[in-house]
């Protein structure tokens, strides 16, 4: 009985001090670390990481040129997060539409594409992903959209059609999945308060951009460049998120044209080249 108590004895104070660890990482040493140097001490940190299907695999060596350029660790973790993704959220056929696993690897693909550079990159503000075959009737207002993220309902929704065209055509600045994960990730990010962690990064990143877009000569420059479409500078919620899909979809004409917005938006979501 004594050697057991003193077993519990030990494993309480081993508790203790893992717990005092992880406070000290959350709340010293990690916003201490990003206050220094914008990024977080560790992006990728997977003791009992997940597969993929070899079937899944394939659709990933396939179809995402951004998979393909990972070294074969940053691979590793890439179909760990696709895996995670797939099994998180709950994937949902609209209009008569059958969901595959392919469907959800493209899917979850896509958001982890975007938030690769970021420690959390699960979305606490849906839960269900809704899949139509084409466009559908909105719940926010009569018209048909291609795409939506309705917070209040907890979901995400696609038109399959126009998500697949935004993978086949990876260069038209058109891509209907990041652009509705962005929403979703710039909602997320913003409701957020704790300092020290990805989406303390991104508030930052977004606030670098509003100051960026309130110099009257970068207004200029954005209008002269004639770069972004114009559905960009209908608020800043979709500058954020335009801005996104091109930041993937061209990114070195990006670079070239309009060089200081994309360093702004390679800090806010942490972007490893």
């Known amino acids: 009985m004594e050697i057991f108590l003193s077993f519990l004895s030990i494993a309480f104070a081993l508790l203790g001090v893992g717990y005092f660890i992880v406070f000290l990482f959350r709340n010293l040493l990690e916003p201490f670390y990003i206050l220094l140097f914008n990024r977080p001490i560790f992006v990728h ?5 997940k597969h993929l299907d070899p079937a899944h695999v394939a659709v990933l060596n396939n179809e995402f040129n951004f998979y393909q350029n990972l070294t074969p660790t940053r691979k590793g973790h890439f179909r760990h997060r696709v895996a995670t993704f797939m099994v998180r959220y709950r994937f949902v056929g609209g209009g008569g539409l059958t969901v595959t696993d392919e469907m959800k690897v493209c899917i979850a693909a896509v958001s982890v ?15 269900t992903i809704i899949i139509y075959p084409d466009v559908f009737p909105s719940r926010s207002d009569d018209n048909f959209h291609k795409g939506e993220f309705n917070p209040a309902a907890k979901a995400i929704v696609f038109s399959w059609k126009h998500f697949l065209q935004g993978l086949q055509y990876d260069s038209d600045n058109l891509n209907l999945g990041l652009h509705e994960f962005a929403h979703a990730l710039h909602f997320d990010s913003l409701r957020k308060q ?3 962690s990805s989406a303390a990064i991104y508030k930052d990143g977004f606030n670098n951009i509003l100051v960026y877009l309130g110099k009257p000569s970068n207004r200029q420059q954005l209008i002269d460049a004639g770069y972004l479409r114009e559905y960009a500078y209908t608020n800043q919620h979709e500058f954020v998120a335009v ?5 993937f979809e061209t990114p070195e004409e990006f670079r070239q044209r309009l060089p200081e917005l994309h360093e702004i938006v390679k800090r806010m979501i ?3 080249d």
């Not at 801005?243 to 930041?247: A, C, D, T």
């Open 45 to 49: 940190f997977y003791p009992y990481p």
């Open 113 to 127: 594409m975007l938030t690769f550079g970021m420690r959390r990159y699960l979305y606490r503000v849906f839960s």
């Open 194 to 196: 704790r300092r020290g």
């Open 243 to 247: 801005v996104l899909e091109y930041f």
């Open 270 to 272: 942490n972007f490893r």
